[in-house]
């Protein structure tokens, strides 16, 4: 009875003092857009709403649907993030990337601006790393775009330096010095508050390039490394860039690793963008590897919890068919440029990370890497400016058990605002005798309706020309599932016709988009009877003689599986993905 006692005693002293771990909300690719117009400092004043008769500053929704991110709702989606995670009493919010639509100073002092305001009334501690459009170039550049929305619904043109104008314009552009693009310096200065450099508060604060260890640790010290000329690494000969990475503990017990995966190569007098992520770490940024390492190793000792984030995934994000995919559509469709290493994420794991929260794809997904004795696991955060309009929370149950949950945008206040200015964009359109997009996306009763019609128009004005090749749309996509069986005759019994009777092509490549984009949150989208069916009839594929058709129809239920991606919890200790119902 006395052992007993102890025993219990001795658990209830240990339950008391396991740490007390705070949830941590990731909201990645927000793509934030300033809409006022007051903050280009420019003789441009936006285009006036006639039901609000606010002035806004907005790019046209033919843009919008020709690109894989929204450019004026996401603005909305952003704030309404943040106050559902205030209600949640979350404290912690990392950011993984392309924050800012193209690190233009406007852009980037609005989500200061944002930031500061949750910061000071809500207590929110946010923590930010850099994605290849924040900043697009590392040392800024002259920039502008030519599709705002101008009087009339005509596109508006506007940009930083004159000598970027467009010749022959039916409006003449615009000038603003808000609309450049800033580089590293600009942006981390103005954002300095957001991890990029030490607080006060911080328990631990380091750089891949400090000299000194947490257990040496002192705000002076952190102060003095922090500096970007101390931050510097060498990409191609004496070419130096700032790499902004950098590991804080902003409560006992918790360590967050921020990476910076952009490799700018240079160019000439300018540098290639950073799209490619981590293959070009891998090359470029190995001095990372060695840092993780160290860095897994202290926590490992000092009994930290270590969770990572960047912009960039470390694995696989296509369900293992990358060999179909670049047998089908060649290596530079479907961003495959886009996709990782295996040899990257392994020496990720090896290096000791465990789990790492990433951006980038604007996708839904979760990757399970086991290298020997080590397990990583890659959550891809979606996008708030695209299908599925989501951001993921952390629960850390233990060091060995931790809870991801995704919360998906149904409901956005606001987000039809516009809408009165893109009817003026839409009139002027048909006036022209242009080609028009699908009006009925302004008949979309929430957010999430509305990206999912953005991605339905993506796939037809991008997707498919992009993509699939010209003979391949003609053999699959413009035909019906019915006359494909009909020419690839097989089994009966694996098909019944009459079940497809209403399906095409087209309706497994749309399905297919949506499956990339929302992984198993999608399944609600497509119909699960029609997924099934459309399963049925790609398992048909799979076996039939048509050696493309048979990789479309392996490509097609790889993207339909996969581990967990809506809620689940990763166990470390049994070294698997358990989905929560």
Request: hydrophobic content about 35%; proline content about 5%.
């Amino acid at each position: 009875m006395r052992s007993l006692l102890f025993c219990l005693m001795a658990f209830s002293c240990l339950a008391q003092h396991e740490p007390n771990f705070p949830e941590i909300a990731f909201v990645s690719d927000v793509h934030l857009q300033n809409l006022d117009p007051k903050d280009l400092h420019s003789t441009f004043k936006g285009l006036r709403n006639p039901e609000t008769g606010k002035y806004t500053l907005l790019r046209t929704m033919d843009a919008q649907l020709h690109s894989t991110r929204l450019f004026n709702e996401n603005y909305f989606a952003f704030e309404q993030s943040l106050k559902n995670i205030v209600e949640q009493g979350i404290k912690i919010v990392v950011m993984p990337g392309d924050f800012s639509d193209d690190g233009q100073p406007l852009n980037v002092r609005k989500l200061r601006e944002i930031l500061e305001k949750y910061e000071r009334e809500f207590g929110l501690k946010f923590f930010i790393t850099t994605g290849n459009h924040d900043p697009a170039t590392p040392f800024g550049s002259p920039a502008g775009k030519a599709d705002f929305l101008g009087e009339g619904g005509q596109e508006q043109s506007l940009f930083s330096d004159p000598d970027l104008f467009p010749k022959n314009t039916t409006v003449p552009p615009q000038l603003s010095k808000e609309v450049r693009k800033w580089g590293y310096a600009e942006i981390t200065e103005e954002l300095k508050d957001y991890g990029f450099f030490p607080r006060k508060e911080y328990l631990f604060w380091s750089t891949p390039f400090a000299p000194y260890s947490s257990a040496d640790y002192t705000y002076a010290k952190a102060q003095k490394g922090a500096a970007l000329s101390q931050r510097m690494y060498n990409v191609a000969g004496d070419t130096k860039l700032p790499d902004v990475s950098y590991v804080v503990e902003p409560y006992e017990g918790l360590w967050l690793l921020s990476l910076d995966g952009n490799v700018y190569l240079p160019k000439g007098e300018k540098f290639s963008g950073s799209g490619e992520g981590y293959k070009n770490v891998f090359q470029y940024k190995k001095y990372l590897i060695d840092w993780v390492k160290k860095i897994a190793d202290e926590a490992e000792r000092q009994n930290k919890v270590l969770v990572a984030f960047s912009h960039f995934p470390l694995l696989d994000f296509y369900d293992g068919a990358e060999p179909e995919m670049r047998a089908l559509f060649g290596d530079h469709a479907l961003q495959m440029e886009r996709l990782p290493q295996e040899a990257v994420g392994r020496a990720f794991a090896e290096a000791g990370l465990k789990v790492h929260f990433a951006g980038h794809m604007h996708i839904n997904d979760t990757g399970l890497l086991q290298s020997g004795k080590n397990m990583l696991v890659n959550v891809q955060v979606p996008s708030l400016a695209a299908y599925m309009p989501a951001y993921k929370t952390l629960k850390i149950h233990s060091p060995s058990k931790m809870e991801v949950k995704t919360h998906v945008l149904q409901d956005v206040e606001h987000f039809n605002t516009l809408f009165p200015l893109y009817e003026m964009e839409y009139q002027y359109l048909k006036n022209q005798k242009a080609d028009l997009w699908d009006k009925s996306i302004l008949d979309s009763p929430d957010y999430k309706t509305f990206c999912e019609v953005h991605l339905r128009e993506l796939v037809k004005k991008r997707f498919l020309h992009g993509d699939w090749p010209q003979d391949l749309q003609e053999s699959f996509i413009e035909k019906s599932a019915q006359k494909l069986y009909e020419e690839n005759a097989g089994n009966e019994n694996l098909l019944k016709t009459k079940e497809l009777a209403h399906l095409s092509g087209y309706d497994m490549a749309l399905a297919y988009y949506f499956l990339r984009s929302g992984g198993e949150l999608a399944e609600n989208d497509i119909g699960k009877t029609k997924l099934e069916q459309l399963k049925s009839f790609a398992e048909f594929l799979r076996q039939c003689p048509n050696s493309t058709l048979k990789l479309w129809g392996n490509i097609f239920l790889k993207a339909a599986s996969g581990h967990p991606s809506d809620h689940f919890l990763i166990d470390f200790n049994r070294r698997e993905i358990q989905r929560i119902e």
